[in-house]
C-alpha cells in the first residue's frame, strides 16, 4: 500500500474519530466563551446571533451565539444558548462536523441552578444508560467573558452541557428525523416507548406529550420523532421541570393531579403489560449504573448528592414489588 494512501487512510480515521469524540466521551470539558454577553442577554428575545470565542482544548473556535429556548427565556435572566459553528473553523477538532449545538445554561446565577443544570445533565445520561435512541450530551466547565463589561467582575466560572443534534442522532441510529403533525402509538416501536414512559416517571417529569405544543405544528411536546428501520421512535429532551431537577420555576401538572413538582405520578399511554414488564425490568438491572450517574457528577454538595440518590432509589424500592408497580401503570395510563 502506498504512503499516499495511507496518508489518507489515517487521516480519515482522525477525523472519523474527533467526530465521535465529543459525545462518546463523559470527561468534563474544560471551556471559555469570550464575547458581547450583556448585549446577548439584553437581546435574548429577538434570538440575535453574536460572535464569541469558544476555547477549548486550547483550541479557540470563532463562532456565533444566539439565546434559544420557550418558557427558559421567559423565566431565565440567563437563557439557554445556541452555538453556531463554521464548517472550515472545526476541521480536525473536537467539533467536527458539528454546525449547531444546543447549550444548556444555568438560569440564575444562584448556586441552586447550578445544581438543576447538572440535575438535568445526570436525567439524560441515566436516559443513555437504558436506550441507545436518545441525546448524547457533554458536560462543559465554562468560564464566561463578557467584553461588554471590564473590570475583574467580567468573567464568572458555570456548569453547562451541549446537546447532540437530531442529524447526529439519526445518522448515528440509521434513522431520519420524522416532521410529522401525529404519532399513533401503533407507530411507535414499543419497547422504547414503555422505557421512556418509565423513564419519565422515574425521574418525575410530567412535561412532555405525544401531542404537538401550543404553537407548534409538529408532533411532540418535548420529544422528537424518528423514523429508523420500520418503527418510530420518540425520543424525549428538556427535563429540567421534572422532580429530579425540582427548579424553583417548575409547577405541578395538575392534569397528572400531583400536589407536589417531585411527586410521581405515571403519564405514559396505555401499552402491552409483557412490553412494560420487559422494560422495567432493563431499568432495574441498571440501578447502580443509574444511582452512580449521580456520584459521579462534579459540582454537587455531599447533601445534594444524598438527597438526589435518595429520591431516585426511591423508584427502585418501588420497583422491587414489580406486580404492584405495572398494575399501577396500567390503572393510570392515557388511552
Not at 37 to 51: A, D, N, Y
Not at 77 to 88: C, G, K, N
Not at 111 to 127: G, M, P
Not at 194 to 215: H, K, M, P, R
Amino acid at each position: 500500500m502506498s504512503k499516499s494512501i495511507l496518508a489518507l487512510a489515517a487521516l480519515l480515521l482522525a477525523s472519523h474519530t474527533s467526530a465521535e469524540t465529543l459525545f462518546d466521551d463523559d470527561t468534563v470539558l474544560e471551556a471559555a466563551l469570550t464575547g458581547p454577553l450583556s448585549s446577548l442577554i439584553k437581546k435574548r428575545e429577538k434570538r440575535e446571533e453574536m460572535p464569541f470565542i469558544l476555547r477549548v482544548s486550547n483550541v479557540e473556535h470563532a463562532i456565533m451565539l444566539s439565546a434559544r429556548g420557550n418558557s427558559r427565556l421567559k423565566v431565565c435572566s440567563f437563557p439557554p444558548l445556541r452555538i453556531r459553528f463554521s464548517a472550515d473553523d472545526t476541521a480536525e477538532t473536537l467539533f467536527t462536523g458539528q454546525e449547531k449545538l444546543k447549550l444548556v445554561t444555568h438560569c440564575r446565577m444562584h448556586d441552586s441552578n447550578q445544581t438543576d443544570v447538572l440535575e438535568e445533565y445526570a436525567a439524560y445520561r441515566i436516559l443513555n444508560l437504558i436506550s441507545d435512541v436518545s441525546y448524547k450530551v457533554r458536560l462543559l466547565h465554562i468560564t464566561y467573558t463578557d467584553t461588554d463589561r471590564h473590570g475583574e467582575d467580567n468573567s464568572f466560572d458555570r456548569y453547562g452541557f451541549v446537546i447532540e443534534s437530531a442529524s447526529e442522532l439519526a445518522n448515528r441510529t440509521g434513522g431520519q428525523p420524522a416532521h410529522v403533525a401525529g404519532v399513533t402509538l401503533s407507530s411507535l416501536d414499543e419497547h422504547q416507548a414503555a422505557t421512556v414512559f418509565i423513564f419519565q416517571y422515574l425521574i418525575a417529569n410530567a412535561d412532555w406529550s405525544l401531542v404537538s405544543a401550543e404553537g407548534d405544528d409538529t408532533c411532540c411536546h418535548n420529544g422528537d420523532l424518528f423514523d429508523i428501520g420500520s418503527s418510530r421512535y420518540y425520543v424525549p429532551y428538556d427535563f429540567d421541570l421534572s422532580g429530579l431537577v425540582n427548579a424553583r420555576y417548575a409547577k405541578k401538572n395538575p392534569l397528572l393531579r400531583n400536589t407536589k413538582v417531585r411527586q410521581r405520578r405515571y403519564g405514559g399511554y396505555c401499552i402491552s403489560t409483557e412490553v412494560l414488564k420487559d422494560a422495567l425490568a432493563a431499568i432495574k438491572v441498571r440501578r447502580a449504573d443509574i444511582l452512580g450517574v449521580i456520584h459521579e457528577l462534579p459540582g454537587l454538595s455531599g447533601k445534594d448528592v444524598e438527597e438526589t440518590v435518595e429520591y431516585l432509589d426511591k423508584f427502585f424500592v418501588r420497583a422491587d414489588d414489580e406486580g404492584k408497580l405495572l398494575q399501577m401503570f396500567e390503572d393510570r395510563c392515557i388511552s
